[in-house]
């Protein structure tokens, strides 16, 4: 099983927020909103998709790259962990 199959219920949730942020943007844009309210609204769903980015590249690597079944050397994981660990900083 894939790990966006095994996690749909929670990503499924992430972007429907997603989507509910871009709305805003658009109600924002359409009702002459603010610059200041709009530039927080987009920077917000940026960082909501860049979250949501991480999340599924830290689902491959740890489904695709370390495959769940085969063994797994402690220098493979400590590798893969950093290598999430850098792409989680450079998203967030």
Known sequence: MSHTTKDKKKLLSRIRRIKGQSEAIERALEGDGECEEILQ??????????????????????????????????????AADELIAVVKRYFS
């Open 41 to 78: 609204l987009v920077a917000s769903c940026r960082g909501a998709l860049n979250g949501l980015m991480a999340e599924l590249i830290e689902g491959h690597v740890r489904f695709h790259v370390l495959s769940p079944e085969q063994k797994t050397l402690p220098s493979q994981l400590e």
